[in-house]
């Protein structure tokens, strides 16, 4: 199972002062967690955090985390964010059992052109970037890939169509859709300028012939 490293320290002191002070040094208040331990208060270096949220989708990354001697294969399962500033101000951690399936949500890439695109024109629009599985933590896969290619205008791909590696189940709803290639946009034709209207609304002139001219002096 591939894992990506990361170090935290122990944190003895809880509560919202100790937490801002740790945000003030630049430091994260976690916690980690898991049936087979008891949940531990946990120090992130901030900087640190955000360059492996930067590399990675921390949905279906296995974090090996080590706490002073003891290393820990988790997942994060919850970043929380200050409501207006969006900076991270709590992390929880889930330890990694080998063995028992987790639920997870891991990007989808969509692959190809679809033919209702190359040949009439369509729209590519994708509704769902992301989908929730389970599998042992062993199997999580980075990514799925869905080829679209033979999607055609006006037809849709669901979520129960996306090919599932071995071991893993999907548990997004199966009918839910993933992307549709839409029919391309009718742009429509420019409104008439004020000085066109005015034109086209006046009644048109009627000249007198030559022969009427000369019956209305007679």
Not at 116 to 126: C, H, P, S, Y
Not at 135 to 148: G, K
Not at 161 to 175: Q, R
């Amino acid at each position: 199972m591939a894992s990506v490293p990361f170090s935290a320290a122990p944190r003895a002191a809880t509560g919202k002062g100790s937490a801002r002070k740790l945000r003030a040094a630049g430091q994260i208040p976690a916690v980690i967690y898991g049936h087979a331990r008891e949940a531990a208060s946990l120090a992130l270096n901030a900087h640190e955090l955000q360059l492996l949220l930067e590399k990675h989708p921390y949905q279906s990354t296995v974090i090996a985390l080590t706490v002073g001697d003891s290393t820990s294969n988790t997942l994060i399962r919850e970043i929380q964010r200050h409501p207006f500033k969006k900076q991270i101000v709590h992390v929880d951690f889930q330890e990694l059992v080998a063995g028992e399936k987790v639920t997870v949500e891991v990007p989808l890439q969509l692959v190809g052109t679809p033919d209702g695109v190359k040949n009439g024109g369509g729209i590519l629009e994708a509704v769902l970037h992301e989908i929730e599985i389970s599998c042992d933590p062993s199997n999580i896969p980075h990514h799925l890939t869905l080829d679209v290619s033979a999607l055609t205008i006006g037809h849709s791909i669901h979520a129960g169509e996306i090919p599932m590696p071995e071991g893993v189940t999907l548990e997004t709803d199966p009918d839910a859709t993933v992307c549709i290639c839409a029919a391309p946009k009718v742009e429509a034709e420019p409104a008439p300028t004020e000085e066109a209207a005015a034109a086209a609304a006046e009644p048109e002139l009627i000249k007198k012939g030559k022969d009427e001219d000369e019956a209305d002096e007679k």
